[in-house]
């Protein structure tokens, strides 16, 4: 139990950006500093793990209230600390270092606290823990994520179908617009193909895409209404910061990797062969095991806290956070990840 308690690290961003929200200063970047500065560079310091839960313990593990709770805990500390920052932008002045410092920062507690814990909790049964996590999404203005990345991502991982699998050689800012327009309208067309499945018209109450569109338009009516227009743009700025923190993890997850076409015409089924997987330890943490990504794709069911290093999956040199700085310069990127593509293609 005492081990399990590392997963309070995690805490450590939305508490870096409730400080810079109160202390305002140069404290408006402390959780950019702790995410991209100190993180990445503690990791090159710290081990990996390659450990994993006893097979007979994973049940009761599974089991345990206690992760679900520190999943849970997110949504009011998302939702406090960005109604916090739009009510600093209406009430309070703000240097221009202070603006940006405090919108990259709500925007990493949103894309993280956010849109990380909604992707764990969107893959749960239970219809509680999926509107959670679909409420989770408002804040980023990306409540597509749930259908696309569920239903389409998920099938289509590794192919050229989809839109949030990396191509190898392509950079971080081209992948950006094409999986952003690609994710959202193969959202849509998830949608239109279980509506008629179903014997429903498109353009109804049943049409979750619909209802995205009118949710996160009410969400920015009511923050222009009753906060002003600069807490407006503050809101769609954060969404932005989220979103491109997903998509860059997106990138890195599984850039250059694909599923061989088989004789049928079909890709080759998933296994942990086509995810970048990371052990090293706070990036893990801070990101409720999402690192170990080959074995969430291997079975999108298991919960973080029994999630599996698998020795056939391929690894990143370093982790997340540290990954994600360097996909931000392409040539870097480039050098270190195109020749572990290419070894994994002649495996």
Known sequence: MMRDLKYLIAYLVPASAALGLAWQGAFAWLTLALVFGMLPVVELFTPQSKENVPERDEDNRTKRVFFDVLLYLNAP???????????????QTLSIAETIGLTLSVGIVAGTCGINVAHELGHRSQKLEQWLAQAMLLPSLYQHFFVEHNRGHHKNVATDADP????????????????????????????????EKAGQQEFTWYNLMLRYTLFQSLWLLGIGLAFGWQALIGAIAIAIVSFLLLETVNYIEHYGLRRRILATGRPEPVSPRHSWNSDHELGRIFLYELTRHSDHHFKSTRKYQILRHMDESPQLPFGYPT??????IPPIWFRIMDKRVQGQQNT
């Open 164 to 195: 949030a699998s990396a191509r190898l050689g392509e950079n971080v800012f081209v992948f950006w617009l094409r999986s952003i327009a690609g994710s959202w309208q193969s959202a849509w067309a998830l949608e239109r193909a279980r509506l």
């Open 77 to 91: 500390l998302l939702f406090g600390i960005v109604g916090w920052y739009l009510w600093i932008l209406s009430a």
């Open 323 to 328: 990954s994600i700085v360097l996909a931000l």
